[in-house]
């Protein structure tokens, strides 16, 4: 399969690019920062890409058009987390934020949406504090409100593209430790770490759209 990733310079997205392209499928690997690891990796294309920045995405149709013509599943993992109090974050906080964790996603699926067939499953990797009555915490507002939009968002499309038989899908993920976790909460440790995420994602990424479309999976050992 041709699959696209976001967000692959670390963490999650990193691990997923590894463990799909090593299943021998096709991966599209796109972050600010390539990590040089990827580049020795078979069957990876890495593109330097700011998904926030809507033109820079125009390197992504130029390569799908060129060279895959065709997209069988799409991980929007890419994703900034702000730890910030709320009377400290201001508009510009916010716009830096939603333009990775909402608008990065929109813009990317549109350039996509020529290139995905019937049987396409996309992803967007959300967060348990998107989740409306799930545990919030504190200085998340702009991270957590932007995930809450993701997920709508994923609702919206599944139901306008339903009948060209493309899935969308949200994995809503419970704290994981990555480097962007550590980043903002240093000293906390997740009880998951990426490599075991990416386990999970990716096999959800292969199989999950036989069983779900518009649906919220919450990936989490904790509740709420």
Same mark, same amino acid.
């Given at each position: 399969?041709?699959?696209?990733?976001?967000?692959?310079?670390r963490g999650?997205?990193?691990? %997923?690019a590894?463990?799909?392209?090593?299943?021998g &499928?096709?991966?599209?690997a796109?972050s600010?920062?390539?990590n040089? #690891?990827?580049?020795?990796?078979?069957?990876?294309?890495?593109?330097?890409?700011?998904?926030?920045?809507?033109?820079e %995405?125009?390197?992504?149709?130029?390569?799908?058009?060129?060279?895959?013509h065709? *997209?069988?599943?799409?991980?929007h993992?890419?994703?900034?987390?702000?730890? #910030?109090?709320?009377a400290?974050?201001t508009?510009?906080?916010?716009?830096?934020? +939603?333009?990775?964790? /909402? /608008?990065?996603?929109?813009?990317?699926t549109?350039?996509?949406?020529p290139?995905?067939?019937?049987?396409?499953? *996309?992803?967007?990797?959300?967060?348990m504090?998107?989740?409306?009555?799930?545990?919030?915490?504190?200085?998340l507002?702009? +991270?957590?409100?932007?995930?809450?939009?993701?997920?709508? %968002?994923?609702?919206l %499309?599944?139901?306008? +593209?339903?009948?060209?038989?493309?899935?969308f899908? *949200?994995?809503a993920?419970?704290?994981?430790?990555?480097e962007?976790?550590?980043?903002?909460?240093?000293? +906390?440790?997740?009880?998951v770490?990426?490599?075991?995420?990416? &386990?999970?994602?990716a096999?959800?990424?292969?199989?999950?759209?036989q /069983?779900?479309?518009? #649906?919220?999976i919450?990936v989490?050992?904790?509740?709420?």
């Amino acid at each position: 399969m041709k699959i696209i990733i976001t967000g692959t310079s670390r963490g999650i997205g990193f691990e %997923l690019a590894k463990q799909l392209s090593a299943l021998g &499928h096709e991966v599209l690997a796109i972050s600010r920062k390539i990590n040089p #690891k990827l580049l020795s990796q078979p069957n990876v294309t890495s593109l330097s890409v700011d998904i926030a920045k809507e033109k820079e %995405l125009n390197q992504v149709n130029e390569f799908i058009s060129s060279t895959w013509h065709q *997209v069988d599943i799409m991980i929007h993992n890419a994703g900034l987390l702000l730890s #910030k109090p709320f009377a400290q974050t201001t508009q510009e906080d916010f716009e830096y934020v +939603y333009k990775t964790n /909402f /608008f990065g996603v929109a813009n990317l699926t549109r350039i996509c949406l020529p290139y995905l067939k019937p049987g396409s499953h *996309v992803v967007s990797i959300s967060s348990m504090g998107g989740i409306q009555g799930s545990m919030k915490f504190s200085g998340l507002s702009a +991270y957590s409100s932007s995930k809450g939009a993701l997920i709508t %968002l994923t609702e919206l %499309l599944a139901e306008e +593209y339903k009948e060209q038989g493309i899935a969308f899908n *949200v994995l809503a993920l419970g704290a994981v430790q990555t480097e962007m976790l550590a980043e903002a909460f240093p000293g +906390y440790q997740a009880p998951v770490t990426a490599a075991q995420m990416a &386990h999970y994602i990716a096999h959800f990424a292969l199989t999950g759209n036989q /069983f779900h479309n518009g #649906k919220i999976i919450q990936v989490s050992s904790t509740t709420p």
